[in-house]
């Protein structure tokens, strides 16, 4: 009897996390196409435009590119946000059932603590991280391509076809390593929510598992920009190697042909050049848009998530 009802619940969790991850990717997009611009702008040999800022990046890329531009990359990042979330919650609550058999790892109210729930959402992420990383690569790519307004662009599956024809298969798991760093950003994000919203539960609550929608939409933007702040450098060295190699634009531009090596050569290297060319400033382009765009994000992914289950009868 036990069994079933388990599953029940895991697939509930699952629903919840695909709706969620839907709903907050399409309201929040545009600012994912200006994050992703400011993070190669390098000053050097990035081929993207250079902005002032947020709002004038908006009207700019508006103006000069038309509104498509600011969906760009759309469908792989409806793809990956859907499936990441979907994966995330279910093998992060499936974890999490596991952990709650083992009494020792129980605190005193009867809540998993914040180590258990970091290894839970670590291991998640992992999983998650190497399935989804070409659908983040090819995001990536459409949105740094610069269109007139009206202007041919390329699809996903074109995209997916030219890093292949270009790259081999690996050529798809380009910044995966910074990715694969990148889980720790899920694992300490899922640690401040269930962290917060235990403070929720045990003195605003008294005890009442599930939060308010306020509460919940507290709880999800305080744990993301605790999360962002902590790992956005990772996100922009990811960028930089994903991105179509910067020299390589600018020689076929001038119809030099293509360059025998990338400019950047790894994940070292990114650091490296950062380091030297732009301080420790250049780690930090972009986290603007970055945090106008995730924070609200995480919390209405969360809002939907903590809602759908609690209707579907689900633990979180």
Known sequence: ??????????????????????????????????????????????????????????????????????????????????????????????????????????????????????????????????????????????????????????????????VVKEDGVLGLYKGLFPSLLLVSHGALQFMAYEEIKKGFREYANDGDEHLSTFQTFVTGSMAKVFASVATYPTQVVRSRLQQVDPVRVEMMAKGDGAPRERYYKGTVDVVQKMLKHEGLAGFYKGVVPNLLRVVPSAAITFVVYETVAKWLGAKT
């Open 1 to 162: 009897p036990e069994q079933p009802k388990t599953r029940v619940h895991l697939s509930s969790n699952a629903i919840a996390g695909v709706a969620a991850g839907f709903i907050s990717c399409v309201v929040t997009h545009p600012l994912d196409v200006v994050k992703t611009r400011f993070q190669v702008s390098d000053g050097l040999h990035s081929h993207v435009p250079k902005y002032r800022g947020t709002w004038h990046a908006l009207t700019t890329i508006l103006r000069t590119e038309g509104v498509r531009t600011l969906y760009a990359g759309l469908v792989p990042n409806l793809m990956g946000s859907t499936v990441s979330w979907g994966c995330y919650f279910y093998a992060y609550n499936y974890l999490k059932g596991v952990a709650r058999q083992r009494e020792d790892y129980m605190d005193s109210s009867g809540h998993l603590g914040p180590g258990i729930n970091m290894l839970c959402a670590t291991l998640s992420g992992v999983c998650t991280c190497v399935a989804t990383n070409p659908i983040w690569l090819v995001k990536t790519r459409l949105q740094l391509q610069a269109h007139k307004a009206g202007e041919r662009r390329q699809g996903m599956l074109g995209a997916l076809s030219s």
